[in-house]
């Protein structure tokens, strides 16, 4: 086959590919999900300042920042300090340029220039977005969590299969470039904590809160884990009972 013959039939397959995907209904009905979650408000920002506010918190740690400017600096509390390893944005202009895990190490070695007794009020974890690390950082964040205070959790709510894969870089999945993780798997696990009572209000791809005191609305799953498999097609069919899965405003005006 000439080199031209072989680029009019690589032409053809691509835009024969290229056709089928683009009306294919994974694809289209996963793009109208991505839309509608990306019109949902509040956004996490404002959820983390409301907590803020309510709490009269005084300390805040993200965890997970990636360009400040998108959240962190629109934070408004007295002493906030920010973790990110840098991967994900070049000037990575934080405070711990670390990992979480690492971040926690030295602080438990008081190897840091905030010392291991300190207690945050509202620590928000939008790290990588895979379970087993969402676990360790849940775990990590409350040993340095105030009584009174709250874990702010971002995509705990993937709208579909698509969304909650676990390889970021596959960006031609029908979810395109949005990209949940598995960040569920551990909001859900958490749920049936004893003494550790939890909330996912359903706007910005699920923002989910866990806390030790019993806020209005929070709840933890009593019975043993029942989607022991931690599979999608269950979360779906029981999402409201699986994240305690609330409207944000209609939380806020059953205070």
Request: proline share 4%.
């Amino acid at each position: 086959m000439t080199s031209l013959k072989q680029y009019v039939v690589n032409l053809l397959t691509f835009h024969r590919l290229g056709k089928r995907m683009f009306y294919d209904e994974h694809f289209t009905n996963t793009a109208k999900l991505s839309a509608l979650e990306n019109s949902k408000l509040p956004r996490r920002t404002e959820i983390i300042n409301y907590f803020i506010g309510m709490l009269d918190a005084k300390c805040y740690l993200e965890i997970g920042v990636r360009n400040p400017a998108k959240n962190f600096d629109k934070i408004q509390c007295q002493e906030k300090f920010s973790v990110d390893p840098g991967v994900e944005f070049k000037d990575n202009p934080v405070d711990f340029k670390l990992t979480s895990d690492d971040f926690f190490d030295k602080l438990r070695k008081d190897a840091l220039k905030i010392t291991s007794d300190i207690r945050f009020d509202v620590i928000f974890i939008d790290g990588l977005h895979i379970s087993d690390q969402v676990e360790r950082d849940i775990q990590n964040s409350l040993e340095f969590l105030s009584d009174k205070g709250v874990l702010i959790l971002h995509d705990c709510n993937p709208p579909s299969e698509y969304h909650q894969r676990e390889q970021y870089g596959f960006k031609n999945s029908p979810a395109t470039a949005f990209w949940n993780g598995t960040t569920w798997k551990a909001f859900y696990k958490f749920r049936h904590k004893e003494n550790l009572f939890s909330i996912c209000f359903d706007t910005d791809w699920g923002v989910g809160v866990l806390s030790k005191v019993k806020y209005p609305g929070f709840n933890l799953i009593e019975n043993a884990i029942e989607n022991e498999f931690y599979e999608y097609a269950l979360l779906d069919k029981f999402r409201k009972e699986h994240l305690n899965l609330m409207p944000f405003e209609h939380w806020k005006k059953a205070l």
